[in-house]
């Protein structure tokens, strides 16, 4: 069973930078594609960004795009989102998920991962 673990998330200023991190446990992650999602207070949960699990495939969700970067360490079974640029929209809890299929998880749709952290608050305030 994979478990993954969130950490990172905190109270930034707007124009600032937070990198979070994503351990994961109980399987390798090597065949696995990557996704972080955020969910604001009464939305619904968005994705954000994806790597594939050769790590030669990105994708960002367009209101991130140039601010955040996405990447995998698996010798370490960890993976990141670097943000920099932070603006208060970026408020939300911020989820890593790992799905076992590259094609589902380019989608970045919820529905298509199959395991998830328990989420790591991210707040951008003055």
């Known amino acids: 069973q994979l478990q993954l673990v969130e950490s990172g998330g905190g109270l930034v200023q707007p124009g600032g930078s937070l990198r979070l991190s994503c351990a994961a446990s109980?399987?390798?992650?090597?065949?696995?594609?990557i996704g972080w999602f955020r969910q604001a207070p009464g939305k619904e949960r968005e994705g954000v960004s994806y790597?594939?699990?050769?790590?030669?495939?990105?994708n960002y969700a367009d209101s991130v795009k140039g601010r955040f970067t996405i990447s995998r360490d698996n010798a370490k079974n960890t993976f990141y989102l670097q943000m920099n640029s932070l603006k208060p929209e970026d408020t939300a809890v911020y989820y890593c998920?790992?799905?076992?299929?590259?094609?589902?998880?380019?989608?970045?749709?919820?529905?298509?991962?199959?395991?998830w952290g328990q989420g790591t608050q991210v707040t951008v305030s003055s």
């Open positions: 790597i594939s699990s050769s790590s030669r495939s990105t």
């Open positions: 998920a790992a799905s076992p299929s590259d094609y589902r998880g380019s989608t970045l749709h919820p529905s298509q991962y199959d395991y």
């Open positions: 109980g399987l390798s992650l090597d065949y696995y594609a």
